[in-house]
């Protein structure tokens, strides 16, 4: 107790701290605030058993702010995946009015991948190592057309670099094509570029867009928080024109709130990466 070490009670550890040097006084307190630091790492180490990756694509952004507000109050990082896609306001996610968004993100921490520039999705694979794909966006907005190796990296590395004129903030090499729809000549085109696609889990996809009567808020809710498993990559939108009934914030918090009292933590993408959250 402190009465044994010091009999004089707190007056002599006052007396103790007078006839110390200032600069041995900093550094025993520096030595005991990182002892209660390293105690406090372990403690939230030892209570994360679970990991998922939370992410999310585009989409038409309406519920975009509101996620971020969530993440940002769970202490909760996530990776975005992005295509320039239309929004709720008219204009596309990689508009210029778009950029302070981006820009806090990349401040908070989180990660972003591609989603090709025109959410061009992929139709078939082609002849001679080639694919067809329909943009969604963009000139060819609508038109299957046949994209070689050169096309196709084009169209994914082209979200990064605008990112870059946005945010001064490279995206991870990741990219996810959407609808998560691929075959094994479209990996390999991602891969020779230098991109690694990730799509998501079945327990992962949390239907977002599903339609809301049929599959109302709290039957999502449930079914996510019951069967994700550690390892999991989950996948919802940042916005979605066929559901009226919004997935976020209804869905999100509380599944957080849900997981993390499954001992899940909440890592980054791609999964190598060294900066994680709890």
């Known amino acids: 107790s402190w009465s044994l070490l010091y009999p004089k009670g707190w007056m002599g550890v006052s007396i103790i701290m007078k006839r110390m040097s200032h600069n041995a006084f900093i550094r025993i307190t520096a030595v005991l605030l990182l002892g209660c630091f390293s105690l406090g790492a372990f403690a939230q180490t030892a209570e994360c058993s679970k990991k998922v990756y ?18 940002k109050r769970q202490n909760v990082k996530a990776t975005f995946f992005l295509a320039n896609e239309k929004t709720f306001r008219g204009d596309f996610s990689l508009d ?10 990349v401040k908070e921490g989180h990660h972003f991948g591609s989603h090709t520039y ?13 694919v067809f794909e329909k943009p969604q966006f963009g000139p060819k907005a609508g038109m299957t057309v046949l994209y070689n ?16 004129e946005l945010t001064d903030h490279p995206i ?4 996810r094509a959407p609808g998560g729809k691929t075959s094994p000549t479209l990996i390999r085109m991602g891969n020779m570029c230098g991109y690694e696609h990730i799509g998501w889990d079945p327990a992962g996809f949390l239907g977002d867009e599903l339609n809301s009567e049929k599959h109302p808020n709290s039957a999502l809710l449930d079914k996510a928080s019951r069967n994700i498993k550690d390892g999991d990559i989950t996948m919802a939108h940042l916005g979605i024109w066929s ?8 869905v999100l918090e ?22 994680q959250s709890k």
């Open 54 to 71: 939370l992410t999310f694509d585009t989409g038409n952004m309406a519920v975009a702010e509101k996620v971020a507000e969530i993440l």
């Open 96 to 105: 210029d009015s778009w950029k302070a968004y981006w820009q806090e993100r």
């Open 118 to 130: 025109d959410h061009t999705y992929f139709v078939k694979d082609g002849p001679k190592g080639e």
């Open 149 to 164: 190796e050169a096309a196709m990296c084009k169209e994914i590395r082209r979200v990064d670099q605008r990112f870059q």
């Open 172 to 175: 991870q090499k990741i990219w």
């Open 243 to 250: 559901r009226k009934d919004p997935w976020a914030p209804a």
């Open 254 to 275: 509380q599944l957080i709130v849900n997981l993390k009292a499954r001992g899940f933590c909440f890592g980054l993408l791609p999964k190598n990466s060294v900066n």
